[in-house]
């Protein structure tokens, strides 16, 4: 089991920047493939990002890509975004998801929410 907690959501103006965590508690944490989603209102949930078991690989969607990092310490059980150049469009709940494989996410936090201003 992976406990996780989301935080960094808030109200940034359009341009600006957020960087958000999630810290994982259980063990394991290096074993999981971590990802961020994001849903708005009335919106399906959307992947984001993801990043590998040892943060050799990552993989963006395209609406963020160039935009956004995400990265992880193993040794904090954190994994991070970091989101520059906010949209309007990019308002909604971020969530973050451990995985065991790429794909998957089976333990799921319970969101924070950024909203950008136009």
């Known amino acids: 089991q992976v406990q996780l907690v989301e935080s960094g959501g808030g109200l940034v103006q359009a341009g600006g920047s957020l960087r958000l965590s999630c810290a994982a508690s259980?063990?394991?944490?290096?074993?999981?493939?971590m990802s961020w989603f994001r849903q708005a209102p009335g919106k399906e949930r959307e992947f984001v990002a993801r990043i590998g078991w040892s943060a050799d690989s990552t993989y963006y969607a395209a609406s963020v890509e160039g935009r956004s990092t995400i990265s992880r310490d193993n040794a904090k059980n954190t994994v991070y975004l970091q989101m520059n150049s906010l949209k309007p469009e990019d308002t909604a709940v971020y969530f973050c998801a451990a995985g065991l494989v790429p794909g998957s996410a089976v333990f799921w936090g319970q969101g924070t929410q950024v909203t950008v201003s136009s």
């Open positions: 259980g063990r394991s944490f290096s074993s999981y493939v």
